[in-house]
Nanobody, 114 residues
Framework: QVQLVESGGGLVQPGGSLRLSCVAS????????MSWWREAPGKERELVAR???????NYADSVKGRFTISRDNAKNTVYLQMDSLKPEDTAVYYC????????WGQGTQVTVSS
């Protein structure tokens, strides 16, 4: 019954910003860690950011200082604010959680290009 639905992707110029959203259902949202991953063509899916149930965060070195993960437990939503975007950030971004097994959203495309 766990469902994760991402939104907010799109086409932006280098240096621009986007905010991704992931709405969760079928789970007790406020007790679970949530994370954002991304997958570029020909590359492995990589962890971008993670936030625990109590709000502790960690980021991939490549996005530190540019991306911010946050959550709104009242809305069962996790966000990824992406600033100072670079072409190498281009990928499909996925929302993820783990409850005995991993769960993934459908993904949302982010393209950074001039």
């Amino acid at each position: 019954q766990v469902q994760l639905v991402e939104s907010g992707g799109g086409l932006v110029q280098p240096g621009g910003s986007l905010r991704l959203s992931c709405v969760a259902s079928g789970m007790i949202f406020n007790v679970n860690a949530m994370s954002w991953w991304r997958e570029a063509p020909g590359k492995e899916r990589e962890l971008v950011a993670r936030i625990t149930n109590i709000g502790s965060t960690n980021y991939a070195d490549s996005v530190k200082g540019r991306f911010t993960i946050s959550r709104d437990n009242a809305k069962n939503t996790v966000y990824l604010q992406m600033d100072s975007l670079k072409p190498e950030d281009t990928a499909v971004y996925y929302c993820n959680t783990y409850i005995r097994k991993p769960y993934w959203g459908q993904g949302t495309q982010v393209t950074v290009s001039s």
